[in-house]
C-alpha cells in the first residue's frame, strides 16, 4: 500500500484560498489515482475530487465545482488541492486517499489508502 501524508492545512478567513498538498510513498505513484475527501465536526466524510492515474481526468462534488481544482505530479508524488473562495462550512478535516488501478473514483469505499488528514478551519 501507498503511504500518504497531508500538508497544507490552516486557518483562512472566509472567500480565502489554501493549497493542501498529499505526498505519497513509494515508486508506484502512477498505479494509484487520487482522492480528495472531507469529514466536518460531526458529519459523515465527503468526496470532494479525484483525478485520474495520468491525470487527464478530474471528478467534482458539485459543491466545489469552480472553486476548487485537483493536480497532480507523478515525477514528485504528489497531489494537490487548490481551494478558493473558501467557505465556513468548508471547515473540516481533509484526507487524502489512493486508489490502485481502475479509473478515478468518487465512492469512499473505492479507495483503500488515506492520509491522517489535514485541519482546514475557514473563519467568518
Known amino acids: 500500500q501507498v503511504q500518504l501524508v497531508e500538508s497544507g492545512g490552516g486557518l483562512v478567513q472566509a472567500g480565502g484560498s489554501l493549497r493542501l498538498s498529499c505526498t505519497a510513498s513509494g515508486r508506484t505513484f502512477m498505479m494509484y489515482s487520487m482522492g480528495w475527501f472531507r469529514q466536518a465536526p460531526g458529519k459523515e466524510r465527503e468526496f470532494v475530487a479525484s483525478i485520474s492515474r495520468g491525470g487527464g481526468s478530474t471528478s467534482y462534488a458539485d459543491s466545489v465545482k469552480g472553486r476548487f481544482t485537483i493536480s497532480r505530479d507523478n515525477a514528485k508524488n504528489t497531489v494537490s488541492l487548490e481551494m478558493n473562495s473558501l467557505r465556513p462550512e468548508e471547515t473540516a478535516v481533509y484526507y487524502c486517499?489512493?486508489?490502485?488501478?481502475?479509473?478515478?473514483?468518487?465512492?469512499?469505499?473505492?479507495?483503500?489508502?488515506w492520509g491522517q488528514g489535514t485541519q482546514v478551519t475557514v473563519s467568518s
Open positions: 486517499a489512493a486508489k490502485y488501478l481502475g479509473v478515478a473514483a468518487v465512492r469512499e469505499t473505492d479507495f483503500r489508502s
